[in-house]
């Protein structure tokens, strides 16, 4: 049996064509139990079936707050999203169905009450979970969760959200405020961003970057600190030259100290910082590291090894 697959066309679809699929998105939702690890499983009685927590997501939803939903519906937890797992595709009623998959771990008390869609929640190690799984795509994410690092932090770079045109603003450029747009995104990213549990923000000192991350600071009381490092420009308007040395240095101390954390600063230093990631964690590079404004990365990293156990990239409102 295969242990991973791919996002293109299943059998049975348009040959040679390309039909628009189903969204969804779940979890592997973990703990480490007293008889060792256990995933969730939730039984759905309308199909007397055991999968993996999931469901649809919703028209406009982010695919990240649709995941934490859809697990906190059927399982009655709070999933705290951790790595990004391979995405899975196959047929539905004879319709492509994507499903988007994260490890996580369960935050808060459980709410778990039967229901006419879910019935049942066991927590199962994860040999035993995998025979009890009814479908072969189900058993295939679990097989990726076990593949890979079960602990691990996210590092999350983000550009700041809009601020208008810099020939528009008269004032000092480090004190240029977001936009209408910019405002917008930046209250959509209080709640994208929190599924990862992030609790520290460090963030250049523009009020371009600082008002992106204060309503997500606010919502999840995270802790934000400015840093010189992650800034560019000047209060005189000239051209300052970007210590993109330095820049790297801090990011670089961050990464080191694995903990969960996200990092606001611009575009001129996004590919910049990204390079350095994964060349220090000995990952290839991408050849597209910028970013468009309000736009993230995330880097998931092994909390045993500090190798680099994946990476996502997400719009502000996806």
Not at 49 to 56: A, I, N, R, V, Y
Not at 193 to 201: C, D, I, Q, S, Y
Request: net charge negative; aromatic share 6%.
């Amino acid at each position: 049996m295969s242990t991973a697959t791919s996002a293109f066309p299943p059998r049975g679809t348009a040959p040679g064509g390309y039909m628009e699929p189903i969204r969804a998105a779940g979890a592997v939702l973990w703990r480490d139990g007293a008889h060792g690890r256990e995933v969730a499983l939730v039984h759905r009685p309308l199909r007397d079936d055991w999968s993996l927590p999931k469901g649809k997501q919703k028209n406009g939803e982010h695919i990240l707050t649709s995941a934490v939903r859809e697990v906190t519906e059927e399982a009655g937890l709070v999933p705290v999203l951790g790595r990004r797992l391979p995405s899975q595709r196959y047929l539905k009623d004879g319709w492509p169905k994507q499903v988007e998959w994260w490890a996580a771990t369960p935050s808060g008390e459980s709410s778990f009450t039967p229901n006419e869609e879910v019935d049942a929640l066991e927590w199962l190690p994860v040999d035993q979970a995998r025979h009890r799984l009814t479908y072969d795509h189900d058993v295939h994410v679990l097989d990726n969760f076990r593949a890979g690092p079960a602990h691990t932090v996210p590092t999350v770079v983000l550009r700041h959200a809009s601020a208008g045109e810099k020939r528009d603003w008269t004032d000092h450029d480090l004190l240029r405020p977001l936009d209408e747009s910019g405002r917008a995104d930046a209250l959509e990213l209080a709640a994208v961003l929190g599924v990862f549990g992030v609790r520290r923000a460090v963030s250049s000192a523009a009020a371009r970057c600082t008002e992106t991350v204060l309503p997500y600071s606010v919502t999840h009381a995270a802790e934000v600190r400015t840093e010189r490092a992650f800034t560019v420009g000047s209060f005189d308007n000239g051209a300052a030259p970007t210590d993109r040395e330095a820049a790297k240095a801090a990011f670089a101390a961050l990464i080191d100290e694995r903990l969960p954390t996200l990092v606001c600063t611009h575009g001129e230093l996004v590919a910049e910082l990204m390079r350095e990631a994964l060349t220090r964690l000995d990952a290839p590079v991408s050849q597209q590291l910028s970013l468009r404004k309000g736009t993230f990365w995330v880097l998931h990293v092994s909390v045993a090894d500090g190798s680099l156990a994946s990476v996502e990239r997400h719009t502000a409102r996806g």
